[in-house]
């Protein structure tokens, strides 16, 4: 029997959801191949979190507490990964596929002399390590991938699995970690945070996003409405930040970001090969365009052929009545 141990990610004083699908996915590979599933919590003050780790299957929950992870910073971070690593004994550990795992994973791997496989859409245990399904040049390809060692470290995409509760009386277990500020090479000075009543677009459920066709203030306001009745977050095409008519952190695509809420809704968005690299992970796509040939219907589960203005106004009525 061996360890299948989960990072859990947080962020702003939440568990990152895509750790929690990480651990739910651990926790039904654990079932099925008779190993264990454990979880990290790295954090000033972890055990807030311990009884929402519990609810998805972790029979052991490492903690380690420390007042410097009230921010995301590299040294401290790897240092802690290791000790856990080292106390833990995984054989394979899995992170949410996150910009702060992107910067420290390949260091963790030669430090503890681990495989890496990193953000990938799918993995499965094989006989002695891994497989994985990654989305490459631009989720034009998706390559198969496997890992062998002793100690495999993977990243998944965010949204690639359904959360899966499974509550157990976990076992906790504080790791002891120290270190001096004056070893840390890097100085955290500024910390520039998106807007607070944004939603992270890397964890949302539901998003809309706006491309050229809802360039304009009546389009802009229908996007706002209609995100906010559905408590979704706000992305955007290229051809709008460029414009500067939305926020460049918005992007999603090849150059911005990538996402995989449950529903994505493309509103006046063609479907470029760049902007579905970004979005084509999405459980379900939503396309409103008003050209029945945009290629954005080729990967759209639905689609409303027509004017965004036409569309959008009855479209927000009928979501408010049903709501409410
Ligand atoms: C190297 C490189 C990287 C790139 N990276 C990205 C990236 O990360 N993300 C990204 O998005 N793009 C990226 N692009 C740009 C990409 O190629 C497209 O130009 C861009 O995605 C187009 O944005 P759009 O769909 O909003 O605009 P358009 O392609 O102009 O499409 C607008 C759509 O709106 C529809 N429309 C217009 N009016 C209405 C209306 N009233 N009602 C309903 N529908 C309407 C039209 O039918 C059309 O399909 C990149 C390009 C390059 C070369």
């Known amino acids: 029997m061996s360890t299948l141990l989960t990072h859990i990610a947080i962020s702003d ?23 264990d599933t454990e979880a990290v919590i790295i ?8 009884d929402e780790v519990a609810k998805y299957g972790a029979s052991t929950i490492y903690t380690i507490e420390n007042p410097i992870f009230k921010n995301h ?39 503890q002399d681990a495989a890496v496989l990193s953000d990938v859409s799918e993995f499965d245990l094989i006989d002695d390590g891994i497989s994985a399904t990654r989305p490459v040049m631009a989720a034009k390809i998706l390559s198969e991938n496997e890992a062998h060692g002793d100690q495999i ?5 965010s949204g690639s699995y359904d959360l899966n509760e499974s509550q157990t009386d976990a076992e906790t277990v504080n790791i002891d970690f120290s270190i001096d500020e004056d070893k840390i090479q890097s100085t955290l000075r500024e910390i520039i945070g998106a807007d ?6 890397s964890e949302a459920e539901t998003i809309v996003a706006a491309g050229r066709g809802a ?15 559905l408590n979704a977050g706000i992305g955007a095409s290229r051809a709008l930040t460029e414009a500067g008519v939305m926020d460049p952190s918005l992007q999603i695509g090849q150059t911005g970001k990538v996402v995989s809420p449950q529903l994505y809704i493309a509103v006046g968005i063609s ?32 689609g409303i052929v027509g004017d965004l203005y036409k569309v959008l106004p009855p479209f927000i009525e009928e979501l408010k009545t049903i709501k409410s």
């Open 271 to 302: 479907g470029a090969i760049q902007h579905v690299a970004g979005m084509a992970n999405s459980k379900v796509i939503v396309a409103i365009n008003k050209d029945p040939d945009a290629p954005i219907f080729d990967i759209a589960d639905y």
């Open 13 to 35: 004083g939440k568990i990152k959801r895509s750790s929690l699908e990480v651990l739910s996915r651990m926790h039904q590979l654990a079932n099925e191949y008779g190993h």
């Open 153 to 157: 470290l993977v990243s998944v995409r």
């Open 43 to 50: 954090d000033e003050q972890p055990s807030q979190y311990v």
């Open 73 to 111: 910073r590299n040294t401290p971070l790897l240092k802690a990964l290791s000790a856990v690593m080292d106390e833990a004994n995984p054989y394979i550990f899995g992170f949410g596929s996150t910009e702060g795992t992107k910067d420290i994973l390949g260091a963790l791997a030669a430090n």
């Open 196 to 201: 607070s009543d944004k939603i992270d677009l």
């Open 215 to 229: 360039k304009d203030e009546e389009g802009q306001d229908l996007i706002n409405e209609l995100a906010s009745t």
